[in-house]
């Protein structure tokens, strides 16, 4: 397990908001895993978070003219226990995305299945956070717009000059504003060369929260591996 202070700041970190603007620190917590734990690993974390919500954004596709949109509870029965939010839209190629946000039961068999998704699409439409019960389901949904435009930043602008670093900074910004706002964004690692996740949070949130995990995990085979620093991280985004 490895805990990295102000994130933003560090020189291998790829996922600069450039807006301008002056943030909070950031501070990130690794917790690298080979590809046969990964499950199991997950199955730790959420009997050490199952305190907290867990708040899950989807998007799927369909060709205009299709009928019967992909949502959660179709992808991923019983994971899905309140839908907050529902967004439609239409790209001018003629893709019809719809994007469900949801309060999610974190012991459903599918949450694993639908973060190694987030893993293959690497963040483009959905995102993972986790959240206390004083915080605001209204400001998840607001902050996490960023992530949701990614997909069609995806569809519409992939390859053209300039569409990774859009990528990199609408990252950086979603992560700089989930953490000043209090909440936990779950990251899924790229399998390259590991699997496992990574959390990101304000400082002052991840003293208590780094400190709950290590003793979880205190029994489990985390890997002792910096080759995922030398990625950026290795997240999936």
Same mark, same amino acid.
């Given at each position: ?34 590809? =046969? ?5 997950? =199955? ?27 949502? +959660? ?7 899905? $226990? ?7 839209? =239409? ?6 995305? !719809? ?13 694993? !299945? ?7 699409? @690497?963040?483009? &439409? ?5 959240? =206390?019960?004083?915080? /605001? ?14 997909? /069609? ?7 053209? $000059? ?8 609408? *990252? ?6 989930? /953490?000043? $706002? ?7 690692? !790229?399998?390259?060369?590991?699997? &496992?996740?990574?959390? +990101? ?6 003293? $208590? +929260? ?7 995990? /205190?029994? +489990?085979?985390?890997? !002792?591996?910096?080759? *995922?620093?030398? @990625? &950026? ?5």
């Amino acid at each position: 397990m490895y805990r990295v202070g102000d994130v933003p700041r560090c020189t291998w970190w790829p996922y600069s908001a450039r807006d301008g603007a002056v943030h909070d620190a950031v501070d990130g917590l690794w917790l690298p895993a080979s590809q =046969e734990d990964g499950k199991r690993l997950l =199955e730790e974390i959420v009997n050490e978070w199952s305190s907290w919500t867990w708040l899950l954004m989807g998007t799927w596709y369909r060709k205009r003219g299709e009928t019967d949109p992909s949502r +959660f509870e179709a992808r991923y029965p019983g994971l899905a $226990r309140e839908v907050v939010g529902r967004i439609q839209a =239409e790209s001018p190629r003629g893709l019809v995305s !719809d994007t469900e946000w949801c309060v999610a039961d974190p012991h459903s068999d599918r949450l694993f !299945d639908f973060l190694e998704t987030l893993r293959r699409s @690497r963040g483009k &439409g959905g995102c993972a956070v986790l959240a =206390e019960s004083a915080d /605001s389901l209204r400001s998840w949904y607001a902050l996490s717009g960023g992530m949701f435009w990614r997909a /069609s930043l995806a569809l519409e602008l992939e390859g053209m $000059r300039g569409s990774e670093v859009t990528h990199d900074s609408v *990252i950086g910004l979603h992560l700089q504003n989930m /953490s000043e $706002r209090g909440y936990v964004s779950l990251i899924p690692l !790229d399998l390259h060369p590991e699997a &496992g996740f990574a959390a +990101f949070t304000h400082p002052l949130k991840m003293e $208590r +929260f780094a400190a709950d995990t290590l003793k979880a995990l /205190s029994g +489990f085979p985390l890997l !002792d591996t910096r080759d *995922i620093f030398a @990625r &950026g991280g290795g997240l999936a985004v």
